[in-house]
């Protein structure tokens, strides 16, 4: 039996889908237990990607991490769960250890395959530098699953919801106020990224950028130098203290490239680097690389693909 937790606080996002997949993977039977105020119908399209039902508790709150550790420790005892799989985001990464340690289950952080025949799993390690094997004895393991390891799969029709309370306990905190990131696209979720750093020179010529961005469907990131002075969000900052982000494209343009950068950044499985600098760091990491002015690349490349859009039509 799998339980896969999954936040709809703010309704279904793209990792919810892909840890219900990956639980389907695992096994066919498989339970969700979330919490939040997203709508019974929208929960039971979680069916169509593998959950066999669904268990709701609206009286949880989705930023206290214990109160979510009682619930999922509860439902995965009671359903007799023998792998509970989360997201390896902020609330996977404070909820996961805790349930481990109630559950005496062994933990696997950071998940980027399906386990092997001998149960072995391969999981990032020295912030994505390196790759380790890592495999778990006890009865019951947790798998938190890096964003973008793999695809929603659609496997299957709408599925029953139940829904609970009393299972969490009080809540320990009280939530005042939420925040939610700006822009179309999340950063972790998002499979195209374009990002720029202090090689644009000033926040007045990010333009280019954004019209990069649009023309690709893609998010805007930045470097955290970018960010500390002010010329981009701090939600836009990628890195080893940003945002982790694993993109099937990643397009850096006037950012060197510094390891720590590089950790937040090194999942992406392409990378293309513009930079004057033929020596940057970046380039020994780039898939692709361009060394020329982001001022005359940049463009040139927003007019070539705006052509090639054009010819599709």
Known sequence: MILVYVNSTNGLSKSALETVTYGKKLNDSVTVITNGGA???LLSSLGEYGASSVIIDRSVDGEDAQQITRLIASTAQSIGANTVVFSHDLIGKAVAPRVSVRLKAGLISGAISLPNSDGTTKVNVFSGKAMGNVKVNSSIRIISLLPNSIQPEKSGTACTVEETSGNAGNAAIKVISTKKPEGEIPLPEAEL???????????????MIEELANLLGAATACSRPVADIGWRPHHE??????????????????ISGAIQHLAGVNGSKVIVVVNTDSEAPFFKAADYGVVGDAFEVVPRLNEAIKKFKAAQH
Not at 242 to 250: E, F, K, Q, S, T
Request: charged share 15%.
């Open 193 to 207: 990224v374009v990002s720029a750093g202090r090689g644009l020179k000033g926040p007045e010529n990010w333009g």
């Open 237 to 254: 900052h990628v890195g080893q203290t940003g945002v982790a982000i694993r993109p099937n494209l990643y397009i850096a343009v006037g």
């Open 39 to 41: 709508s019974t119908d």
